[in-house]
């Protein structure tokens, strides 16, 4: 299953995200990691020097999906600033701050 407007595809099927707990918020691209990683954090007892290299690449892969969705709003801005600009009224503008008279 891909999920629109991402490059990464989902790799948990939903049966395995209920199966196994994972909290609605939690069920996006990086899922797939946060199983592991919950299973390791209950074998150990939260311990926070205790599964770092499933941590590492759950907060990677989120960090990646952040990074992506961050481009995305850049480039729709992006566009939505060059439709603006041809429509923009051939007037004086007023300056943001006036000048004074001899100064």
């Known amino acids: 299953m891909e999920v629109e407007g991402s490059s990464k595809k989902m790799i948990a099927s939903q049966a395995e995200m209920v199966e196994n707990k994972v909290p609605i918020p ?7 990691l946060l199983i592991p990683l919950n299973k390791c954090r209950q074998a150990e007892f939260y311990l926070p020097w ?5 941590r590492h690449s759950y907060e990677k892969c989120e960090y990646e999906l952040v990074m992506e ?3 995305q709003m850049q480039k729709i801005r992006e566009e939505e600033a060059k439709l603006k600009q041809p429509g923009k009224q051939q007037g004086v503008s007023v300056p943001l701050i006036p000048k004074t008279a001899n100064a």
């Open 50 to 54: 205790k599964c770092e290299i499933e």
């Open 26 to 32: 939690y069920r996006d691209q990086c899922a797939h």
């Open 69 to 71: 969705r961050m481009l």
